[in-house]
């Protein structure tokens, strides 16, 4: 069924000789970082940009928030992805609406999206979020063709332009980089009620907290920094691991647990409001992202702009984040034993640990600005409009 939301900006959401940019995305939850960057993309708008999102499978609980943006929000409200019908419902409201640019997100907005887009005579971005891993081969021969149709294909990371150039064959001169924005949590976060965080929780008062926060999946590799911890567990002081997030690999991390023996010394805590994971990180000792394939970062930036002390793997985009030795320390893909001496080396040295955190706020300040990503893609639209 088509929905939409009542509009606060007249019949369509547009104003007068405004650019006009519709983005297509599956749904509008919190849980991916993806629709939290297009709220933010939005609250931050330049003047002559308006802004219309179309959720393919279901609205998501973020609804409420870009309709209080007085953004309008159509639901396809379709949960089969490939029901045909979902391409004329896209073109029906792009003929409506009468959009300047479609931004595309994930494989089957991509699809649908930009083939709607080229029908109606629009503009096309698409933006890749990751490292592509297990994706079905007709998926990259169709992102190969309509990429010939696509003006510009943004990648939130080097590490994850590269990836896409891997599986992408024609027309790879439209790929270029645009990094995540990050609000500056450090000056947003609420006042701190440790104890009753901390009670909520079952979190310990005089223990060191290890701290990770990313989805339970494969490439996330939190076996690797539950082996690290397992193995230097006599020599470090009283601690917890604490696990942020939830996903498919939860079983397997479950039995790691079980099989490095440190099921006292593990805490995983599951989905968690974002504003009560800030209020965590700031108690965190250390922060650590196992992930060898990591397609930008969101929660790591996060940890540098608290001044949280960073242990990262050497791999993906997280060299493009911090600088070893300078803002966070790096490690070996897959090496337990390594992350587990660059654990030791911070616990060790109360100087190194201020200083990682100090450089790492100021690097991400610098390089993670909402107002530098939101500017960026508005340079990009249009400049996608001169080129017409």
């Given at each position: 069924?088509?929905?939409?939301?009542?509009?606060?900006?007249?019949?369509?959401?547009?104003?007068?000789?405004?650019?006009?940019?519709?983005?297509?995305?599956?749904?509008?939850?919190?849980?991916?970082?993806?629709?939290?960057?297009?709220?933010?993309?939005?609250?931050?708008?330049?003047?002559?940009?308006?802004?219309?999102?179309?959720?393919?499978?279901?609205?998501?609980?973020?609804?409420p928030q870009f309709r209080a943006c007085g953004v309008d929000v159509f639901n396809l409200d379709c949960s089969n992805p490939f029901d045909i019908r979902q391409l004329f419902q896209l073109i029906r409201?792009?003929?409506?609406?009468?959009?300047?640019?479609?931004?595309?997100?994930?494989?089957?907005?991509?699809?649908?999206?930009?083939?709607?887009?080229?029908?109606?005579?629009?503009?096309?971005?698409?933006?890749?979020?990751?490292?592509?891993?297990?994706?079905?081969?007709?998926?990259?021969?169709?992102?190969?063709?309509?990429?010939?149709?696509?003006?510009?294909?943004?990648?939130?990371?080097?590490?994850?332009?590269?990836?896409?150039?891997?599986?992408?064959?024609?027309n790879r001169k439209n790929m270029k980089v645009i990094h995540n924005g990050v609000p500056d949590i450090l000056n947003l976060i609420g006042p701190m009620e440790e104890k009753s965080l901390l009670a909520e929780f079952g979190l310990p008062e005089n223990e060191m907290l290890i701290l990770d926060v990313g989805s339970h999946i494969e490439l996330r590799n939190h076996e690797c920094l539950i082996e690290a911890v397992a193995s230097i567990k006599h020599v470090l002081p009283p601690f917890k691991l604490v696990l942020i997030g939830d996903g498919p690999h939860r079983g397997q991390i479950l039995k790691s647990i079980q099989e490095n023996g440190v099921g006292d010394r593990v805490l995983?805590?599951?989905?968690?409001?974002?504003?009560?994971?800030?209020?965590?990180?700031?108690?965190?000792?250390?922060?650590?992202?196992?992930?060898?394939?990591?397609?930008?970062?969101?929660?790591?930036?996060?940890?540098?702009?608290?001044?949280?002390?960073?242990?990262?793997?050497?791999?993906?985009?997280?060299?493009?984040?911090?600088?070893?030795?300078?803002?966070?320390?790096?490690?070996?893909?897959?090496?337990?034993?390594?992350?587990?001496?660059?654990?030791?080396?911070?616990?060790?040295s109360e100087k190194q640990r201020v200083s990682l955190a100090g450089q790492a706020r100021t690097q991400a300040l610098e390089k993670f600005s909402i107002l530098r990503f939101v500017r960026d893609f508005e340079d990009l639209y249009r400049s996608i409009l001169v080129r017409r």
């Open positions: 069924m088509l929905q939409s939301s009542p509009c606060l900006r007249g019949e369509t959401g547009m104003a007068k000789n405004n650019l006009h940019v519709l983005h297509v995305i599956g749904r509008l939850n919190g849980s991916g970082g993806t629709p939290i960057k297009l709220l933010y993309q939005i609250k931050n708008a330049s003047n002559d940009i308006n802004y219309t999102v179309i959720c393919m499978a279901e609205e998501g609980h973020l609804v409201i792009i003929r409506k609406v009468k959009p300047d640019v479609v931004h595309t997100h994930f494989a089957r907005s991509n699809g649908y999206g930009r083939l709607a887009a080229v029908l109606t005579g629009c503009r096309i971005v698409t933006s890749e979020h990751g490292i592509k891993r297990n994706t079905k081969p007709y998926i990259y021969i169709l992102d190969s063709i309509l990429n010939l149709i696509t003006d510009s294909h943004v990648s939130n990371s080097y590490a994850t332009m590269v990836s896409s150039r891997q599986t992408i064959k024609l995983l805590l599951g989905r968690v409001d974002r504003d009560k994971v800030h209020k965590i990180m700031q108690l965190a000792d250390i922060y650590v992202n196992p992930a060898y394939a990591e397609g930008f970062g969101i929660a790591t930036v996060e940890a540098m702009l608290l001044e949280r002390p960073i242990i990262y793997c050497d791999a993906g985009s997280l060299p493009e984040l911090l600088e070893n030795n300078v803002s966070g320390l790096s490690y070996s893909p897959r090496n337990a034993r390594e992350l587990a001496e660059k654990i030791l080396a911070l616990v060790g």
